[in-house]
């Protein structure tokens, strides 16, 4: 059965065995190898958020955050790069000639992306882009970056209409480009996060995209708030990767000896802490996919998420986050001197954990916003 009569779901067990096979390849070489890549390619891995006449799956939020979560349990770097290359959405904001620009070559663009801004100066035909992105996963191995810069006038930031600085989105293709090779990272080395250096590039007005206004495609998948599409993607892989923690310490248990005679497994400590740690990991689970399955049924109504279901959606992240966070030390700590081993799957576990969960989607200030919010209060953080 092909990946598309069976859907998306089945992505992570169909790759399974390649991503498991790649491990020590991606740790030594700080990127996704060239031959793993073109499996995830030719899976359809990367169109997951791309409209369907392109050849993707347009699945709804809560299925993708599902995939994510899959592969989260594989490999943390592979989940990350699989996120992080879900930019097919990017085809229902941008008009026809640029579509047809960036899917030339068939349905399977790869994007990398950053989020820092950058500066974008108004010219004939289109926009001067220039600006210094830093750790941009899965850059080396990418068709196209799509960033986030603000468009200045005469100096300074340029309004909307509504008050508010003008951010876009700007695609440039690979030759654009300049990648600095300073991804010397302690976990997740397999993302290949590297930074980028643009220097006034023109960017054609084909090829930028907005946020303040209908995307182009109005279907459910696009109706609502774009950035719902690309924030929570984090979240399930580190959901992923802290119930893959469980799953090995379960594994080591049988065998593990403690100084209290007995095995782990024995322990009435590791079996509370386990029980613990799963039950609390299916909640943070369950909360992040029903966040999102309200993103998804304001876009089959035709409406756009409104704001108190957006801080919904961060404050699952934010809890998925705590949650994630503390079973990762508890499997660490269950795990004793072998959570230290080069080679075990925790050690490498926590590692890429931790890194993870230091992107800046899951960061305090969200679940403050998310709190002010619920008082009636601006939330106050850019693109909430």
Known sequence: MSTYESGPLRLPELLSASVKAAAEEMEAGRDLPEKLMQELRDSGAFRLLTP?????FEAPLETVLKVYEGFGRLDASVAW?????????????????????VW????????ANA???????????????????????GVDRADWLVVV????????????????????????????????????????????SNTVVVDDVLVPDELVARFDVPARTQRPLYHGFIPALVFPGC?????????????EIVALATSKSTFTGGTLAESARAQATVARSEAALQAARLLL??????????????????????????????????????VLVAMYELGGSASIDRGNPVE????????????????????????????????GVPLF
């Not at 369907?52 to 993707?56: A, K, N, P, Y």
């Not at 969960?357 to 305090?364: G, I, P, V």
């Open 149 to 192: 810069a603000v468009v200045a006038e005469d100096g300074s930031p340029r309004l909307t209409q509504a008050g508010t600085p003008d951010v876009r989105l700007f695609a440039l293709s690979r030759d654009q480009l300049s990648v600095l090779d300073t991804g010397d990272v302690s976990g997740m080395l397999g993302t290949g």
């Open 52 to 56: 369907r006449e392109l050849g993707g």
């Open 81 to 101: 790069v699989v996120w992080n290359t879900n930019w097919g959405f990017l085809a229902a904001l941008l008009g026809e000639a640029g579509t047809a620009r």
């Open 115 to 137: 989020d820092q801004p950058g500066t974008a100066v108004v010219t004939e035909g289109g926009y001067r882009l220039s600006g210094t992105w830093k750790r941009v996963s």
């Open 104 to 111: 030339a070559d068939g349905p399977d663009p790869i994007f």
């Open 289 to 326: 996919l029903s966040a999102a399955a309200t993103v998804d049924a304001a876009g089959e109504k035709g409406e756009p998420a409104t704001l108190d279901q957006r801080a919904a959606l961060h404050a699952a992240m934010c809890h998925a986050t705590e949650v994630s966070r503390e």
């Open 348 to 379: 490498r576990l926590f590692r890429d954990g931790m890194v993870a969960l230091q992107h800046a989607n899951h960061f305090a200030p969200f679940l403050e916003a998310a709190g002010r919010v619920r008082f009636g209060f601006d939330p």
């Open 235 to 247: 979240s399930a892989v580190v959901l992923g990767v802290a119930q893959s923690a469980v799953d």
